[in-house]
């Protein structure tokens, strides 16, 4: 859908497409389901952060309450909290590219 757009745009499409694709008719995600993605899609963001008070505060977030649903809105809050939280961060602000 979007072959002409920035890596960015691109970037945000994939977040999108790979929500899309786990979340039911009404375009949400259980619990368990947001959990499982998160863990199985978002690896290297995540790895290391498991003895993270804040870390462990979303993952048990995530197992109380089963019958809420995340929708996109909240996932992607919950994508930029991990991204923020992660080791991987620093090692990507050291990279440089040309723009």
Known sequence: ALGQGSELEKAFATVALVYNNYADP???LSRAETKTLLQTHFWHFIQGQ?????????????????????????FMMTLVILT????????????????
């Not at 498991?50 to 909240?74: H, T």
């Open 50 to 74: 498991e003895n993270k008070p804040k870390y462990q505060e979303i993952i048990s977030d995530l197992d109380e309450e089963p019958e809420n649903k995340i929708d996109f809105e909240d």
């Open 84 to 99: 923020l939280m992660s080791d991987l961060l620093q090692e990507i602000k050291n990279i440089k590219t040309t723009k």
């Open 26 to 28: 009404e375009g949400k």
